[in-house]
Structure formats: C-alpha cells, structure tokens
C-alpha cells in the first residue's frame, strides 16, 4: 500500500536518560510539562516545569537513589498519581539502568504484595496518602517489620527482596524520606551519575508493566528504552502532535497510556504536556478553555462523562483539534462531531508490543480514522492468522491478530511458560485478538477471542453487540457474555448502564436488537447495572458477571 502522504521516521536509537537530555539542550526553557493538581492538596494547583527544570529535578533524585546504593537492573516500584515527582522518578530510575515497575494506585495490600513478591523489587517510591487511601497502612500490613527497620535494611517476610521505601508526604518509621533523597543529590555525584548512564544501552528493559488480565495474575511486561520511546514517537506523529501542541492527559502513568503514550510522547515530540493528578470532567473542561488545549487524549469513559458533564456547552472547547482514543466508530464520531476533535485518531495496542501497535493518521479521511484502527507502524508486521491452523487469512476475514517487529515485548518477567504461549520462535506476538485487514492494510479490531460466543455452530462477537447496542440513545455502557444453553451450545447476555435518568426494559433492548441483528446474535438475558466490576485499568470483569447471572439462574431454576 502507497499512503496519501509521506511519513518520516527520524526518531534514534536512544535511553531516556539520553532523550530527556537531547531535549533538554535544544529547547531548555520551553514549557514541557504543566502538573494539575484537582482538589487534591498535592502541591500548588498549577506546576509547570520547563525542560531545563524537569531535567535538573531528574538528575538530582538519580544522584539521591545512587547515593542509596540502587543498582543497575534493580527493580524499583513506583506507586504514585500523576504528580511531578513521579514523572521526574521515572526517569531518574531510568538513568541508572535499573528498572521501573508501575503500581497501581487502585491496589489493595494484597495484589501491592504480588507486583513487589513476583518483580522481584528492591525499592519501593510511594505517596504516604491519596484521597482517602492510606498506602503507609497498607505497606505495613504487607510488610509489618518496616517499623523496627532501619531505612534501607527492610528485612520482609513476604517481600524477601524489598530493602528500601522511599515515601513522599510525611515520614514515617522505617522509610526515607523523599525529600531526603534529593538532598542525598549532590552535585558532587554528577560523575558517577554520568559514569552509570554511560553503561545502559537502548535495548535495555527500562519498564515492567503489569497487564490487568480479568481472569487470572498480572503478568509483567519487559519493555525496553528504545522500544517505548520509538512508540511514543510514532504515536505522536501519526496523531499530528507538534512542538506548539498543548496536550492534556489525566491517563495515569502507572498504566502504559500515561507512561508511555502520554509522558514519552511529550518528550519525543516537544509538546507540552498537561496532567493532571485525577480525572474530573469539569476540571477537564475547564483546562481545555483556560489553558487553549489543541489535543486531548483519553479512555471512553472520560469522553462520555465530558459530553455528559453540565459544564459540556458553557465552556469553549474551540481550540481542541487532536487526539486519539480506542473505541467504537460510534464513540470516535461522538468525539469527533460532539466534542469537537475533528482530526481523532483510533488506536490498537497492547502492554505486550509497547503498547500501540496500530493508529489511523490525522491525514486520513474521517470515515478511515473512525471505522478503522490505522496501520501498523514503520518497522511493525501484523498478520491475521486462523487461530487454529495458523494459516494467514486474506483481506476481509477475521482472524487472531499477530504482530512482530521492534516493539514487542522481551518476555514476561520470570514467566517462561506464559511467554511461550505469547511469542512463538519466529518473533511473532499472539495476541488472542479478533481482527482483519482491509485490502489497503488498515487493521479492524474485533474484540477478544475469548468473547467470541458460539451459538449454535454461529460465532458473535461480543464486542459487535456491544457497539451495537451502544448506537441506542439510553445506553451509556455494555457489556456482552456468553451463558450455557441446553439448546445452543451458549446464548449471549447483555449487562447494561443506563444514561443519567434514562428508563429501558429488558424487552424493549431485545426489541431493538432483534429489528437491526440477526436472531442469534440477540441477547437471551438483559440485567442493568449501576457501575460494572472492573480491574485496575479500568476493563470490565466479563468473569464476575458471568458468575452472577449463573448464579441468578440457578436460583431461578431450583
């Protein structure tokens, strides 16, 4: 395929050490980063940071963690939101050749104590409080003997590798204290900074990123320097991002969208990066009109509680012109024609390839950019392959999707079976996602192959009901399973979220199925729900509701 238009790849092979100081030194007192505090009390409710400032921030919290004695390769676990100190702790990790692995904010001591016991993790950064969670309780209950440890020599049952905490807020017994680490900085250690940065190469694993698999343990995602920068670089790009952009993002970077997506493609692109420590759609909205905001990226639900927010028509939103989101062609025209970004671009990715794989360019046409989820990147193969046989479909046909090239993954951390299963020995990445080409090699996301429903030698597509039912004005959200059926094999069931103050019945959203799908893609079961049960990032527990209405079933039944 010969595209409409030429795309230059320029990015080099580069550490983040050495991409945060390139950008340092061509333009050092450009804005490069503006941290939003939301009701939070974490520092002043605007923090910009230019990238001389950001870069001499990073270097002193990495002098500080060398003075403490991390060592190249160590895993440090970092669980914070969307502060400054976590950006600058990202790369500070980064320059010393050890290893970050993002934590999710949302995690309760027992799923902390599986990321820190399975990473292997030496050290741990973290908020003493955030909202209302207290993490220095929660620590504690994981790691009960921090309170007689001297900092630095933690000596953990259930952590054996864990020796040292570092929290930001107020000290705590045990813990060093954050802004004591950076006073352990001095400029003395510039040397041995340099002399470390000098021995980590591109290809070394910077991050180790958890997937929030639905049905069994995180598995921890080795991705490299040059892996996740060249994504964010290309991402960028392909979403129109420039130097004079003004990007905002409450995407937290301790998923791969924050770290990655949001926070390299800033430093990749130049852009300046708005962020903000949770997300608030009125406080969204507010910053897009006060701040001129030119792109805004984020998940579906956050463009939906925008357009839904009372403050959606009162505020000018005139200056949004970019961004990208993964969703339905219903929800990116929404987007597009609603909100307001015109040049929307669709995305696919994974944590496992870095994590975008594929996204529409800003100069497609628009029926390109919604009704499809763009192609792969410069340096990236994705084959559709018969999950059976193996054999490549052609055009038009769905299929597993595959990928191979830069940007997938090392492996699962200290995981060899389940990397296996992933990577086969030619380098080519199973995803266990539906999908087909076009004929112009523009990829389609199905859905998982896992919400494949059979019904009666018949294949639906969980994720095709979904966006159909999603094209109903009263749906705001849904969620489609598959149940045993003594006749079928499985029939489908559809869990639905209603729009503020809306009404439906189960028999008027069969109704609307039955006008517009085939009869054995209808939903047997419809249950409406308030909120759905969801992993830390957000995706829906399909497991849980299966259980639930099984559960109803057999009640009903006995």
Not at 7 to 36: K, M, S
Not at 267 to 279: A, C, D, E, N
Not at 441 to 458: C, S, T
Not at 495 to 501: A, E, I
Request: net charge neutral.
């Amino acid at each position: 395929m010969v595209a409409l238009y030429q795309e230059v790849i320029e990015w080099p092979r580069l550490t983040y050490g050495a991409a945060l100081d390139r950008l340092a030194a061509q333009a050092p007192d450009r804005e490069v980063f503006v941290f939003h505090d939301v009701g939070t009390g974490w520092g002043a409710p605007r923090r910009p940071y230019t990238a001389r400032e950001f870069a001499a921030e990073v270097n002193q919290l990495a002098r500080g963690l060398l003075a403490l004695g991390i060592a190249a390769g160590e895993r440090v676990a970092l669980w914070m939101a969307n502060l400054p100190e976590a950006a600058s702790a990202q790369f500070a990790i980064a320059k010393l050749g050890a290893v970050v692995v993002p934590i999710n904010m949302r995690f309760k001591a027992g799923e902390l104590e599986y990321v820190l016991r399975q990473s292997e993790a030496g050290t741990l950064i973290m908020m003493d409080r955030f909202l209302e969670t207290d993490y220095v309780a929660m620590v504690r209950q994981v790691c009960p003997e921090v309170i007689r440890s001297v900092p630095g020599r933690l000596r953990s049952r259930r952590c054996p590798h864990l020796k040292r905490l570092i929290v930001l807020g107020h000290r705590s017994p045990g813990m060093f204290a954050y802004q004591d680490v950076l006073s352990l900085g001095r400029s003395d250690l510039d040397r041995a900074l340099r002399e470390r940065e000098a021995a980590v190469t591109p290809d070394d694993v910077v991050l180790i990123q958890y997937t929030s698999g639905s049905t069994a343990f995180p598995k921890g995602v080795m991705l490299s320097h040059d892996q996740t920068l060249r994504n964010a670089f290309i991402m960028a790009g392909r979403a129109g991002f420039e130097t004079s952009d003004r990007v905002l993002s409450a995407m937290p970077m301790f998923h791969i969208g924050g770290s990655v997506c949001a926070l390299l493609g800033a430093i990749t692109r130049g852009y300046v990066l708005h962020t903000m420590t949770k997300f608030d759609a009125g406080e969204t909205l507010r910053l897009i009109e006060e701040e001129r905001i030119t792109a805004y990226i984020g998940i579906e639900t956050m463009f939906l509680m925008l357009r839904d927010h009372p403050d959606f028509r009162r505020r000018d939103r005139s200056s949004l012109k970019k961004g990208w989101a993964a969703g339905s062609p219903t929800l990116l025209r929404m987007i597009a024609e609603e909100i307001g970004i015109r040049f929307v671009c669709s995305v696919y990715g994974l944590s496992e390839a870095s994590p975008n794989v594929c996204i529409t360019d800003w100069r497609d046409s628009f029926e390109k950019r919604i009704g499809t989820n763009g192609r792969p990147h410069p340096g990236v193969e994705v084959e559709i392959r018969d999950p059976e046989s193996g054999e490549r479909c052609p055009p038009g046909q769905p299929g597993e999707i595959w990928v191979r090239g830069y940007n997938v993954m090392k492996g699962y951390y200290n995981m060899p079976e389940e990397t296996a299963r992933a990577l086969d020995p030619e380098g080519w990445l199973h995803t266990g996602d539906r999908g087909l080409l076009t004929e112009d090699g523009y990829l389609i996301f199905l859905g998982r192959w896992k919400d494949v429903v059979r019904v009666g030698g018949e294949n639906v597509s969980a994720l095709e009901v979904e966006n159909f039912l999603l094209t109903h004005p009263k749906v705001a959200a849904v969620a489609v399973i598959g149940v045993p059926d003594s006749r079928w094999g499985e029939v489908p069931a559809a869990f639905v979220k209603l729009t503020d103050g809306a009404h439906l019945t189960e028999e008027e959203v069969i109704a609307y199925c039955r006008e517009n799908l085939a009869s054995f893609k209808v939903p047997r079961y419809v249950r409406f729900v308030q909120e759905f049960p969801v992993t830390g990032s957000g995706k829906i527990q399909k497991f849980l509701l299966r259980e639930q209405l099984l559960a109803e079933l057999r009640e009903m039944a006995s």
